[in-house]
Nanobody, 117 residues
């Protein structure tokens, strides 16, 4: 079955950096968009960044120029480099993949990022 495994979360001081990675396995069809979402306690889940197969990327305004998303189509992996972290970046970060032709949408279990002030 399809599985998404995230890694790289942890505790970091404000101004520091973290790199999140997500590996997808068990996919039988080409993956379209890959992205990262986050959810803080009491808040709704929000889009952080998304990247298409041609590496065209979109970012939330709050992370633009600080975060960079990338993907490896051959390995079915997506990463998020997070620099200049702020306390408001604290959240559980979720990996997401979409297979548009079949209407499929998959989520990872999430990895916790905590930024101290």
């Amino acid at each position: 079955q399809v599985q998404l495994v995230e890694s790289g979360g942890g505790l970091v001081q404000a101004g520091g950096s973290l790199r999140l990675s997500c590996a997808a396995s068990g996919t039988l069809f080409r993956i379209d968009d890959m992205g990262w979402y986050r959810q803080a306690p009491g808040n709704q889940r929000e889009l952080v960044a998304v990247i298409a197969r041609n590496s065209s990327a979109n970012y939330a305004d709050s992370v633009r120029e600080r975060f960079t998303i990338s993907r490896d189509n051959a390995k079915n992996t997506v990463s998020l480099q997070m620099n200049s972290l702020k306390p408001e970046d604290t959240a559980v970060y979720y990996c997401n993949i979409k297979i548009a032709s079949f209407g499929l949408d998959y989520w990872g279990k999430g990895t916790l990022v905590t930024v101290s002030s």
